[in-house]
C-alpha cells in the first residue's frame, strides 16, 4: 500500500506542476493574435470538428474527408502566416481550392501555374500562394468590394490579371470575420 500512496502522490504533484505548463502552451500560439484572427482559426477548428464527426459517423467517404481536412490545414497555414506577416488582426476572405475545383471560382478557368503571388484575378480574387498539404491547394483571398471599386475605378480589365507593385496589399482597418 504506501507503494501505491507514494505513486499517486507523485502522480498528482506531476499533473499541478505540468498540467498549467502544458496549457499555457497550447494557448501562448494563437494568444499572440487578436480576436479577429482566434476568431478565424477557431472557426478552422470547428469545420475540422465537424469533418470528424461526419467521418465518424461514415457520411463522408475517405476522400472526402482526406481533401477537406487538407483544405482547413491549407487556410490555417495561410491564415497564421498572413497574421504574422502582416502583424495586424485583420484576414481577408480566404478560398482554397485544387486545380479541378478552379471552377467553383471562376467561370473561365486561367491554369493554376500562371498565378503569382499578389496577382489579382478577375477583379475579385488576389492569389496568395500555393500550398502543399496532401495535394496543392491554390488559396485565394477575395477582395473586398472597397478594392473592388478601387480597381474599377483605375480601369483595370476584368480580362487580365492585375499585379500590385510590392506584392500582396496589406490593410491597415480591422474588420470582423464572418465564417
Known amino acids: 500500500m504506501p507503494f501505491s500512496r507514494a505513486h499517486l502522490f ?11 505548463l502544458t496549457s499555457g502552451q497550447a494557448r501562448s500560439s494563437e494568444d499572440e493574435f487578436g480576436p479577429v484572427v482566434r476568431a478565424y ?5 470547428n469545420e475540422q470538428e465537424v469533418v470528424d464527426d461526419r467521418a ?3 457520411e ?16 490555417r497555414q ?10 495586424n488582426d ?3 476572405e480566404l478560398e482554397a481550392v485544387t486545380a479541378d475545383e478552379f471552377g467553383l471560382l471562376f467561370a473561365r478557368p486561367t491554369p493554376p501555374p500562371t498565378f503569382k503571388s499578389g496577382e489579382v484575378v478577375r477583379n475579385t480574387f488576389r492569389f496568395i500562394a500555393p500550398v502543399r498539404s496532401g495535394e496543392v491547394f491554390y ?7 472597397y478594392e473592388q471599386a478601387d480597381l474599377t475605378e483605375k480601369g483595370m480589365s476584368d480580362n487580365k490579371p492585375n499585379i500590385p507593385e510590392g506584392g500582396p496589399k496589406t490593410l491597415s482597418r480591422s474588420r470582423r470575420v464572418v465564417p
Open 56 to 58: 465518424s459517423r461514415r
Open 10 to 20: 507523485f502522480t498528482l504533484v506531476v499533473l499541478l506542476v505540468f498540467a498549467p
Open 78 to 87: 495561410i491564415a497564421l502566416r498572413l497574421a504574422r506577416e502582416t502583424q
Open 90 to 92: 485583420y484576414l481577408p
Open 139 to 145: 488559396v485565394f483571398a477575395r477582395l473586398d468590394p
Open 60 to 75: 463522408i467517404s475517405p476522400g472526402y474527408y482526406r481533401r477537406n481536412s487538407n483544405r482547413i490545414r491549407a487556410l
Open 41 to 45: 482559426l477557431g472557426y478552422l477548428k
